[in-house]
Nanobody, 115 residues
C-alpha cells in the first residue's frame, strides 16, 4: 500500500521561508506526476503546485507563483516544496499526492504564517 508522509511545516513570520518534504512509501513514485495541495478549515483542498514525471514541467497556482518552488527526487521517492516570502494567506495544512490525486491522503503538515 502506498503511503504519503508530509513534513517540514511549522510557524513562521510573514516573509519567512519553509521547505516541505513528502516521502512516498511504496511503489511507482517516478511514474506519476506529483503535486502539493493545501486546505484551510471549511474550504476545499486546492492545488498549489504540480511537477511532471521528468521534472521538466512545473505549474503553480497564481497565488504562489514566484514564491514557491516544487521539486522531486525520484531516487528518494520524495517531493519538495520550497516556500519563500510566506504570507498569512498561505496558512493551511499542506498535502502531497499524485496529480490527479489518486492516493489516500496523508496526515498533511501544518503551515502557519503569523507575526
Amino acid at each position: 500500500q502506498v503511503q504519503l508522509v508530509e513534513s517540514g511545516g511549522g510557524l513562521v513570520q510573514p516573509g519567512g521561508s519553509l521547505r516541505l518534504s513528502c516521502a512516498q512509501q511504496g511503489y511507482a513514485f517516478s511514474a506519476y506526476n506529483m503535486a502539493w495541495y493545501r486546505q484551510t478549515p471549511g474550504n476545499q483542498r486546492e492545488l498549489v503546485a504540480r511537477i511532471d514525471i521528468s521534472t521538466t514541467t512545473t505549474n503553480y497556482a497564481d497565488s504562489v507563483k514566484g514564491r514557491f518552488t516544487i521539486s522531486r527526487d525520484n531516487a528518494k521517492k520524495t517531493v519538495f516544496l520550497q516556500m519563500n516570502n510566506l504570507k498569512p494567506a498561505d496558512t493551511a495544512v499542506y498535502y502531497c499526492n499524485r496529480h490527479p490525486p489518486t492516493l489516500t491522503w496523508g496526515q498533511g503538515t501544518q503551515v502557519t504564517v503569523s507575526s
